[in-house]
């Protein structure tokens, strides 16, 4: 057991003086291997992928210089053939639509002023002052008020040129029929005998939605957030949407600015005795209704050469072809600003400014207006005055010879009036 226990002894004493006698270097060998045990293996280079590293390192961006602005995007060019077609008809079909319009409008008038002598002559000699003062004063004093409102927008009425009532539509004729309604309702005896009836049927007259009218419903409807997606798929003229034939009448009636719209119809009102005394009422919206469908014809075919998609709205096409239209049968005609009266212009230079502004805005792409449809509007206006209304209207005859012998067949095909 002695002899065990040295040599253990002997034993574990060597074996620490070969741990201490061991070489520094062999401790940093182990420690060192130790180390790079956790360090990670060197990628072995892959042929697959030195093209990829080559071609990042030739990238702009790492070299320094500043990248190149991206291929531009081709948008295809969108097929204008319908509303060419939609254009050619819908302009055939105002003009037909208003020469029937012009026939029965003459038929009515007949009708109305034969029905109007019958009436004066019933009335004539059964009535006398004396009689008009007892049934004045039966009337209570808000009846008296009503009759007497009548009477001033019938006045107001009558001052107006044909032009202006035609633009500004028989509002007025609808506020007369709404107050004789109530009269009747508050008092129906008074309109009994024959000359109150008479009195009643003056002032019931067709009523008709003026152009300025339907521009301000128009208006309203763009303020009814539930309206936004009908009124700019129908209300926007755009040659890149899916619809694009209702679309070009419907934004001639169109304004999302209440200045635009103001802006429009002034001019159209100031023009309108001009144009109706020229060509007439039925005419004229003929005129007015092929004007904005020519000119958004135009500013389509303009957009689609140009690529310059975008939608428009307004009734400046259809109002430029009535301005255009006046000044060149009127050139010499003296016109002024409506904030400086004192500056003045003949109609002639006025028509060579707003062309000569629209085509430079044509050509430089000058984004504030359509120009296309202005110019459009007020080429169609020049050219209706100087030929088209020899060409379109002097040979509706055919065609009003027709309505005439369906409305009237035992006529045997005579000849209407007008």
């Known amino acids: 057991m002695a002899w065990r226990g040295c040599v253990m002894k002997w034993a574990k004493i060597e074996f620490l003086r070969?741990?201490?006698?061991?070489?520094?270097a062999t401790r940093l060998n182990a420690?060192?291997?130790?180390?790079?045990?956790?360090?990670?293996?060197?990628r072995r280079p892959d042929p697959n992928k030195g093209n990829v590293t080559r071609d990042s390192k030739a990238t702009p961006s790492e070299a320094g210089t500043?990248?190149?602005?991206?291929?531009?995007?081709?948008v295809p060019r969108p097929p204008l053939f319908k509303p060419l077609m939609f254009t050619v008809g819908f302009t055939g079909f105002s003009f037909g639509a208003a020469a029937i319009l012009q026939y029965e409008t003459l038929k009515s008038r007949v009708q109305n002023a034969k029905e109007a002598e019958e009436s004066e002559k019933l009335s004539?000699?059964?009535?006398?002052?004396a009689y008009w003062h007892d049934w004045w004063n039966q009337l209570s004093g808000f009846q008296q008020q009503l009759l007497l409102l009548l009477s001033m927008v019938d006045d107001f009425w009558s001052s107006l040129t044909e032009g202006q009532r035609t633009v500004t539509g028989d509002l007025f004729c609808i506020q007369t029929h709404m107050l004789s309604l109530c009269s009747l309702i508050l008092h129906g005896h008074v309109f009994e005998t024959v000359p109150h009836v008479f009195i009643v049927l003056?002032?019931?007259?067709?009523?008709?939605?003026?152009i300025i009218a339907v521009n301000a419903v128009v208006l309203c409807c763009w303020r009814i957030p539930s309206m936004q997606r009908t009124m700019i798929k129908y209300f926007t003229s755009n040659p890149a949407s899916k619809t694009r034939c209702l679309p070009m009448i419907l934004s001639s009636f169109s304004h999302y600015s209440v200045f635009h719209m103001v802006a429009n119809m002034y001019v159209l009102w100031t023009f309108s005795s001009g144009i109706v005394s020229l060509l007439g009422r039925e005419q004229f919206l003929a005129v007015y209704l092929s004007a904005g469908v020519i000119s958004t014809m135009l500013s389509y075919i303009c957009k689609a050469a140009s690529g310059r998609l975008h939608p428009s709205l307004g009734a400046s096409?259809?109002?430029?072809?009535?301005l255009a239209a006046v000044c060149a049968k009127m050139p010499e005609a003296k016109l002024g600003i409506i904030f400086l009266p004192m500056i003045t212009f003949t109609a002639g230079n006025v028509l060579k400014a707003l062309v000569a502004i629209d085509t430079a805005g044509l050509i430089l792409g000058w984004r504030l207006?359509?120009?296309?449809?202005?110019?459009?509007g007020a080429l169609?206006?020049?050219w209706y005055v100087s030929y088209g209304h020899k060409l379109i209207w002097r040979k509706r005859e055919p065609l009003v010879k027709r309505w005439h012998d369906m409305r009237s067949p035992a006529a045997g095909g005579s000849r209407p009036g007008g």
């Open 18 to 24: 070969s741990t201490n006698s061991t070489p520094r």
């Open 31 to 42: 420690r060192d291997q130790q180390t790079c045990g956790f360090r990670r293996e060197a």
């Open 66 to 74: 500043p990248p190149g602005p991206p291929p531009p995007i081709k």
């Open 124 to 129: 004539q000699g059964s009535q006398d002052m």
């Open 202 to 210: 003056s002032f019931l007259r067709p009523c008709f939605p003026g």
């Open 317 to 322: 096409g259809a109002v430029m072809a009535v």
């Open 369 to 376: 207006f359509d120009h296309a449809a202005h110019l459009g």
């Open 380 to 382: 169609f206006g020049i």
